[in-house]
């Protein structure tokens, strides 16, 4: 392991702690959604979200497309890409 400060341990267990957060709360709504029958559509341009990107990221709630586009518009965004 790479030798941390005491500060930075306490640092990234908060960056983990804000990433489980964040995670299951997509989750949940990844299930609301799947219960709704909204899941798989695009939030955006409403098409159907191709299954082998639900399937690598099952949390997707925009198409490849629309995804990029909005990476794109807001630089630094945490959503991960396929
Ligand atoms: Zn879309």
Same mark, same amino acid.
């Given at each position: 392991?790479a030798?941390? *400060?005491?500060? @930075?341990? &306490? @640092?990234l %267990?908060? /960056?983990?702690? @804000? %990433? &489980? #957060?964040t995670?299951? !709360?997509d989750i949940?709504? /990844? +299930?609301? %959604?799947?219960?709704? /029958?909204?899941? !798989? *559509?695009? =939030?955006?341009?409403? #098409?159907? =979200? $191709?299954?082998? $990107? +639900? #399937?690598?990221?099952?949390? /997707?709630?925009r198409? =490849?497309?629309?995804?990029? %586009? $909005?990476?794109?518009?807001?630089? !630094?965004?945490?959503?991960?890409?396929?």
């Open positions: 392991m030798t941390l *400060t005491e500060e @930075q341990t &306490r @640092q %267990r908060d /960056a983990m702690e @804000q %990433r &489980r #957060v995670l299951l !709360g949940d709504t /990844a +299930l609301q %959604r799947m219960d709704s /029958a909204s899941y !798989g *559509t695009c =939030i955006d341009c409403e #098409v159907d =979200i $191709r299954f082998e $990107r +639900l #399937v690598a990221f099952p949390t /997707a709630t198409c =490849i497309q629309c995804a990029e %586009r $909005r990476e794109k518009t807001y630089v !630094g965004g945490a959503t991960p890409s396929l």
